[in-house]
């Protein structure tokens, strides 16, 4: 449960690195905004499949060890 917790820690670190470093090189609006729900995407999705882990769903997913 706390490898869960700190990945979940992570995933949102490096996803809220990406989004900084997005704003910081300003691509034009449309890019940077299909970017950056590329990324919200993709780290809400990891996240699920952690928890969904945590709970014993089977999601395909490699399973983390404690």
Same mark, same amino acid.
């Given at each position: 449960? !706390?490898? /869960? #917790? !700190?990945? &979940? &820690?992570?995933?949102?670190?490096?996803? /809220? *690195?990406?989004?900084?470093? #997005? @704003? %910081? =090189?300003?691509?034009? %609006?449309? *890019?940077? @905004?299909?970017?950056?729900? &590329? $990324?919200?995407?993709?780290?809400? *999705? =990891?996240? $699920?499949?952690? &928890?969904?882990?945590?709970?014993?769903?089977?999601?395909?997913?490699?399973? =983390? @060890?404690?």
């Amino acid at each position: 449960m !706390i490898s /869960a #917790l !700190i990945w &979940v &820690v992570i995933i949102c670190a490096v996803a /809220a *690195l990406a989004i900084w470093a #997005l @704003r %910081e =090189l300003a691509p034009p %609006e449309p *890019l940077g @905004r299909v970017a950056r729900v &590329v $990324i919200i995407g993709i780290a809400i *999705l =990891l996240i $699920i499949g952690i &928890v969904a882990g945590v709970f014993g769903v089977n999601t395909g997913m490699p399973t =983390l @060890r404690a």
